[in-house]
């Protein structure tokens, strides 16, 4: 019998089956079938970040949520007096009819000063919490109406008596007490709610949230404000450069800001004891109006919002989602390590050890996500590395014929969880790390088997 018939005998069969690129189609199957339990425990971790989310929410939502202020404005009613004239029949003559169509004069502060000094707080619901923080919002600046009711038509006519200074929150739970409001000098009596002029929209609805008050005695003239509210809330802080010069001071305790926004502050100090930022915006370098005449909620401004975040440098479910998305390459080289080991020490390993090595791999996983629930993410990462780690050499000591060999496996999954942490922890640079980490693999995998006998059972 030739070559060639002797392929499709059993004996035929049996012989490929003992070679190595059974082996490797082997293995490529078994990486396949991993990715099963690896997308479950991305399916874990995605749900186990939604929890968190929810307790976080819940928390919020009883503290008073994120802090969006815009305001003050100041809104005065006016009527619109137009004239339609008809002609119906000869005998009858014109006639006249008078309409009269309602609208609001809205106008913005000549100058804003918004100051606030709070302190923070972590709080938890079982194994999840969130930053909060409590302080003073302080909000000083002038009017000056004068422009914005020259600019009136000559059929447009305002009710001064009845202007109102409006502000407006993303969460009234937020608002402890006032300390003072006054209109030149004169105390300004608020009322709950924004009066429906909400000027940027909080997720899907326009926020009815905020306070009122009636300016008794508002005149055509320039008018000062000082307004100090005791507020609270939590995870993030965002304002509206609403007036024609507004500067914002921020400072607190917490030593980690994310600032973000339409404007980055001018000025920023972060040490061990906290934060300060300070930003001037000018209204030219924004695209809201000194004043304009419309009906409520027909402006949204939210592009034009800034703030700062108290941001945790470490974000669990955030890491833990990076580092399953690169579990299947840190699957695949312990799968190739314990081939290559198979290779040169010419013992052979049935498939069944593969496939525990990788699932003991995709159990690191879920070491990691249930330890960085409970400590530190750095500390429950070293464990869950370690722990894995050992039980690998331990296991391909069992495998292999001498301690020799089979310390390769360990210092090759070290090696494997120094890169992910390094990956993991480099965003800027995870790409880069990753692409020269997978090419320096391959090329060392390239250089171990350029003689070996892909036909046979043994390396050349």
Do not use: C
């Amino acid at each position: 019998m030739d070559k060639m018939t002797d392929k499709n005998t059993p004996a035929g069969f049996k012989k490929f089956t003992q070679g190595y690129t059974f082996k490797a189609l082997m293995l490529f199957a078994l990486v396949l079938l991993l990715l099963i339990p690896l997308n479950m425990i991305r399916g874990l971790v995605d749900e186990r970040g939604r929890t968190a989310s929810s307790a976080e929410s819940d928390i919020m939502e009883a503290w008073g949520n994120q802090l969006v202020e815009a305001g003050p404005i100041v809104t005065v009613p006016g009527i619109r007096t137009s004239e339609v004239r008809t002609s119906r029949t000869e005998r009858d003559g014109e006639i006249v009819e008078i309409i009269r169509t309602p609208f609001t004069l809205v106008i913005s502060p000549q100058k804003l000063d918004i100051n606030i000094s709070f302190k923070t707080e972590t709080r938890k619901r079982g194994i999840f919490s969130v930053p909060l923080f409590s302080g003073t919002l302080n909000l000083t600046g002038t009017f000056d109406p004068r422009m914005a009711i020259a600019e009136l038509l000559p059929n447009e006519t305002v009710s001064l008596n009845q202007a109102e200074l409006v502000i407006s929150l993303s969460s009234q739970k937020g608002i402890r007490k006032i300390n003072a409001s006054r209109w030149n000098n004169e105390e300004l009596f608020f009322k709950p709610g924004s009066q429906g002029y909400g000027l940027v929209q909080f997720g899907r609805n326009h926020s009815a949230g905020g306070i009122h008050a009636a300016i008794a005695g508002f005149q055509n003239s320039a008018a000062e404000f000082n307004i100090s509210i005791d507020i609270q809330g939590g995870q993030s802080i965002r304002f509206l450069p609403i007036g024609q010069d507004t500067h914002v001071a921020i400072s607190t305790d917490w030593t980690s800001p994310s600032f973000q926004g339409a404007y980055l502050p001018g000025e920023s100090t972060i040490d061990s004891a906290g934060f300060s930022a300070l930003w001037d915006v000018n209204y030219l370098s924004r695209d809201i109006p000194l004043s304009w005449k419309d009906r409520r909620d027909d402006h949204d401004y939210s592009a034009s919002l800034f703030g700062v975040d108290l941001f945790r440098s470490i974000n669990t479910y955030a890491l833990n989602t990076r580092a399953v998305k690169y579990a299947i390459l840190f699957l695949i080289v312990p799968f190739l390590t314990l081939f290559l080991l198979e290779i040169f020490t010419k013992k052979r390993i049935h498939p069944v050890p593969y496939l525990l090595s990788g699932i003991g791999n995709a159990v690191f996983y879920l070491l990691l996500l249930s330890l960085s629930e409970q400590m530190p993410f750095y500390t429950a990462y070293l464990l869950a590395a370690l722990a894995v780690t050992a039980m690998m050499t331990l296991y391909s000591r069992s495998l292999l014929p001498s301690w020799s060999k089979s310390w390769y496996m360990g210092l090759v999954v070290t090696l494997s969880y120094v890169l992910l942490y390094a990956v993991l922890n480099a965003e800027s640079y995870a790409l880069l790390i990753g692409s020269v980490g997978t090419f320096a693999v391959v090329a060392l995998i390239m250089f171990l088997t350029r003689k070996l006998d892909w036909y046979g059972t043994e390396a050349a």
